[in-house]
């Protein structure tokens, strides 16, 4: 009888569930092409694409300095056409999610903004939809590149890494496995004396 015990309570162990999903959850944004620059770096072709990568969806109301959300972004870039941007390689980085998100998962309103200068007021990707206005801006040094319409976010979630047991899931099946192997055999040596 203790022996059938035993041989269930492993098949239930061995069944149970030990794997880890980490849900990403993949932003990506394409603005309009610029209908407006200045210089000679940006053309009518470029536009703001931004790509966040975090490891739980938006919501109303996060707003805070980008490097603030370790927890939260698992990576964040940005591009005008010309520069491309990411959190490690630049003085200033905000991002803010606002005015609710739309049925689809995707910002209703936001303000990103990467800078290679800690003031802002360098080499910029910035991207705003808000009340006050709307506008895609690129900026390397004198030359600007904009458009005053939003253009389009999409959001997909994946699992990524795949499934993996959790260590400390494993250790304790483990040991409570082991712990049954020597409880029968500790029974089985007393029941011989």
Known sequence: MRTKLLAAALLVLLLWPVSSYAHLYDY????????????????????????LLTNHPLSFGER?????????????IMSDGYQTMNVANTGFCQLQIFDGLKADGTPYGWWIWLSDTSDGTG?????????????DIGMYGTDFGRNFNDGTWTVSVKCDPSPVPEPTTALLLATGFAGMCGATWWR?????R
Request: cysteine-free; proline content about 4%.
């Open 188 to 192: 089985r040596k007393s029941a011989r």
């Open 64 to 76: 805070g300095f980008a490097e603030n959300q370790s927890s939260e972004m698992v990576s964040f």
């Open 123 to 135: 080499n910029t990707v910035y991207s705003e939809n808000s009340v006050d206005g709307s506008y």
């Open 28 to 51: 990506e944004y394409v603005g309009l092409p610029f209908d407006w620059f200045n210089g000679s770096t940006y053309t009518p072709a470029d536009h703001v694409t931004i790509s």
